[in-house]
């Protein structure tokens, strides 16, 4: 079976509509997304007010940091408009990291961290 054909056995693609809900804030994560068409919205609820973080436009991945350290989503995702996602799952995602030199699966996980960290900061001064 030639490559490319081998990965098109592990992608998946889905079509969301605009306001449709991805996934919600606290949620597990058990894929990430890669923006093939469309735009999503990433955003958060702080006091009771939904504070917006940020877009991603075509070829931007999102969801991936909570593959990495299997902590619960750290914000909520949704469609802004007719969007289609490649879905990269759980097992995809684990069988090509552990590939990886256990070095630069390692600093991947600082960077969760720091990433993390910075999100929590960010949403603290858009409120």
Request: glycine content about 10%; charged content about 30%.
């Amino acid at each position: 079976m030639a490559h490319g054909q081998a990965a098109k056995r592990f992608i998946d693609r889905k079509v969301f509509y605009a306001g449709d809900k991805i996934f919600k804030e606290g949620e597990p994560g058990d894929r990430a997304y890669i923006v093939e068409r469309g735009m999503v919205e990433i955003y958060k609820m702080i006091d009771g007010r939904e504070v917006v973080l940020g877009t991603i436009n075509k070829g931007g991945i999102f969801g991936e940091m909570a593959l990495i350290d299997n902590s619960p989503r750290m914000a909520a995702a949704r469609a802004v408009q007719q969007t289609t996602l490649v879905i990269i799952t759980r097992d995809v995602f684990e069988s090509k990291l552990a590939k990886a030199d256990p070095f630069v699966r390692g600093l991947i996980n600082i960077f969760v961290k720091n990433i993390r960290r910075m999100g929590q900061e960010l949403a603290k001064y858009k409120s």
